[in-house]
């Protein structure tokens, strides 16, 4: 079985600081992670994903998030947070290589204030 | 190039009643995922279906069950509704069965069981 965990419900930060989602997995095997993102009464919209290679991975936005497989943990990060970044995020995890499903965490709102 | 449409965007139902939901997958993608973000509940995966079958189902009962048409738009319907499934029923899109590719999300359906 595979699960994502997001320990944060909610996360504040001021504009201009840095902005960091927590995010960590469960899966048996090689997982392939993504980062989505959610505005109020609308979908999810695509950030970023982990497949292979690299650890860090650069998305949409000025996002990026570093794999750790010791940790378990793919976490979102942006240096410097924009008001307009106040929204929903969602972690999933996909295991390799059967199972096509997203398994999504609870997500955590972040608020930026301005 | 359009996204993933769905329609209606609302949907008001009494209990018992049916609901048929509809998708339109991005031009090019063949597989097809329908999820439940119901309050509380997080996003939860249906169905998933893939050149015109169904690949997989989520822990849903039989009443929840969809089809997809031969130009690979899907359809999610609800026989039955109880209030619990009022909930905004997203569907998403992918351009393969490769585990590595992500799923585009449309805006979802707003269904409200009374």
């Known amino acids: 079985a595979q699960s994502v965990a997001q320990p944060e419900d909610q996360v504040n930060v001021a504009e201009g600081n840095p902005l960091t989602v927590k995010c960590t997995y469960s899966v048996s095997g090689n997982p392939y992670l993504f980062w989505y993102v959610q505005y109020p009464n609308r979908g999810l919209q695509f950030l970023l994903k982990?497949?292979?290679?690299?650890?860090l991975v650069k998305g949409s936005y000025g996002f990026e998030a570093e794999f750790n497989k010791s940790q378990t943990s793919f976490h979102l990060k942006k240096p410097s947070a924009l008001v307009s970044d106040s929204a929903l995020y969602f972690c999933a995890v996909r295991a390799v290589p059967n199972d096509y499903k997203l398994s999504f965490g609870a997500g955590t709102t972040v608020t930026v204030r301005a | 190039e359009a996204g993933v449409t769905q329609s209606p965007t609302h949907l008001i139902k009494t209990r018992g009643q049916q609901a048929t939901l509809r998708c339109s997958p991005i031009?090019?993608?063949?597989?097809v995922y329908w999820y439940q973000q119901a309050l509380g509940l997080g996003l939860q995966f249906l169905l998933w279906y893939d050149e015109g079958e169904e690949r997989n189902r989520g822990n849903f009962p039989p009443r929840f069950s969809g089809r997809q048409f031969p130009n690979y738009s899907s359809e999610l319907n609800v026989n039955a509704l109880e209030l619990e499934d009022s909930a905004l029923y997203l569907c998403?899109?992918?351009?393969?069965?490769?585990?590595?590719?992500?799923?585009?999300f449309g805006p979802g359906t707003r269904l409200t069981v009374t």
């Open positions: 982990y497949i292979t290679g690299d650890n």
């Open positions: 031009s090019g993608h063949t597989s």
């Open positions: 998403a899109s992918s351009s393969g069965l490769a585990g590595f590719y992500e799923q585009y």
